[in-house]
Each structure stands twice: as C-alpha cells, then as structure tokens.
C-alpha cells in the first residue's frame, strides 16, 4: 500500500536554528499538508499545498514558517528560527483527484527544541 | 466550516467490556469521517473512515463506528476491551469534495482499560 513517509523520525534543534521537516507524499497526489501537534493536545492543520502554492492556511502558519516542493517527490516545512514553543510532533499529508479519496497521513516528525 | 465535538477526554473500562467513544460532527455539506488512533509517542493511524458508502463501518481490531446524520453522530465502538486498546482516539472530519481533504481533529479521547 502507498504511504507519505516522513524524515527524519525526531529531531533535536537549539532554539534560534533554522529546521527542515522533510516529507515524501503518495506519489500521484496533488495536494499536500503539514499539521502540528503539541504534546498532549490535538492535532492542528498548519498549510495546505496544490499547484506549487499554498492554498490554505491557519493562523498558526506566520512568517516562520515556509513550505517548498523542491522537486519532484519531496514536500518540506521550514521553520526558520525555532522557539520552544515549536517542539511539536508535525504531520505530513497528502491526497489525490480522485472523488471519495481521504488524505493519507505520514508517522510524524517529533521536533524538540532546546 | 467543519468540526468534531468528542464528548469524554478520558474513558475508563474493564478488559473484556464494552468501548464507545463519542463523537458528533458539524459540516455543511456531507462529511468524511475518521477515527483514527494514537499509542504514547507514535504517529496516527486510521482505525476506520466514512466516505459515504455504507453507514456502518468496520475497520481494524475489532471497532466500528456507526454514522447517524439525524443525531450527527460517529461514535467509536468496540464490543469486549483488550489492554493493548489503551492508546488516545481521534475523531475527524473533513470536506467529502473531491481531492482536497483538509482534516479537522477532534481533541481526542484517552482511553483506559483497567485489567
């Protein structure tokens, strides 16, 4: 079966250091999504991705964060100076076209800022 | 815009007895819904989804989850606990319009099972 993979598993960062969250979604899908969540809370959507643009986005989504396809199979989250209100497990996505199709999650990053 | 209201953040059980975690959705167009599990320090994984096929759902370890849109509800069943269920329960919902499937989670129900 398909899956999103992500990496790396868990990330250790000082505060203040830029980090890259690295995602590979299903191979055929177009849209594309990050979601954050904080430890003992619940998952939040962070940004939606489709046609190399952001499509939607919350309000947790400032101007530290980016997202990126590089190529052709990678979707990436920055975060470019990391607070410790970033460690967070963060959750990549992604779904197709095709009608009665759900999103498919990855594992998760789980970000540690120290 | 879409919600999931999860009635309980912790429910207790014997091993052996019934498990029902509630869920009720808002939508304003037909919802896909999700219940998806959490074990301590892991990833989410999909237990079960409604995409508007049949109303009564089955999915992994033995849960199922019934969809009732004159209650709008999607409660999470599972008939006799085993220890190994403990884990954090999810509902979700998201929009049932083609490829975009932005999700809303629930804010979850630990469940506990008492041996």
């Known amino acids: 079966e398909p899956e999103v993979t992500q990496t790396p598993s868990h990330q250790v960062t000082q505060m203040g250091q830029e980090v890259i969250l690295r995602c590979v979604p299903i191979s055929n899908h177009l849209y594309f999504y990050w979601y954050r969540q904080i430890l003992g809370q619940k998952v939040e959507f962070l940004v939606s991705f489709y046609n190399n643009e952001i499509s939607e986005k919350s309000e947790i989504f400032d101007d530290q964060f980016s997202v990126e396809r590089p190529d052709g199979s990678n979707f990436t989250l920055k975060i470019r100076s990391t607070k410790l209100e970033d460690s967070a497990m963060y959750f990549c996505?992604?779904?197709?076209?095709?009608?009665?199709?759900?999103?498919?999650f990855g594992q998760g990053t789980r970000l540690t800022v120290v | 815009a879409q919600s999931v209201t999860q009635l309980g953040s912790h429910v207790s059980v014997s091993e052996g007895a019934l498990v029902l975690l509630r869920c009720n959705y808002s939508s304003s167009v037909p919802p896909y819904l999700f219940w998806y599990v959490q074990y301590p320090n892991q990833g989410l994984q999909l237990l079960l989804k409604?995409?508007?096929?049949?109303?009564l759902v089955k999915g992994i370890n033995g849960f199922e989850a019934e969809f009732k849109k004159s209650e709008t509800s999607f409660h999470l069943t599972k008939p006799s606990a085993h220890m190994s269920d403990a884990a954090e329960y999810f509902c979700?919902?998201?929009?049932?319009?083609?490829?975009?499937?932005?999700?809303?989670f629930g804010t979850g129900t630990k469940l506990q099972v008492i041996p």
């Open positions: 409604y995409t508007s096929a049949a109303t």
């Open positions: 996505a992604s779904s197709g076209e095709v009608l009665n199709t759900e999103a498919f």
């Open positions: 979700a919902v998201s929009k049932n319009s083609g490829g975009y499937q932005k999700v809303t």
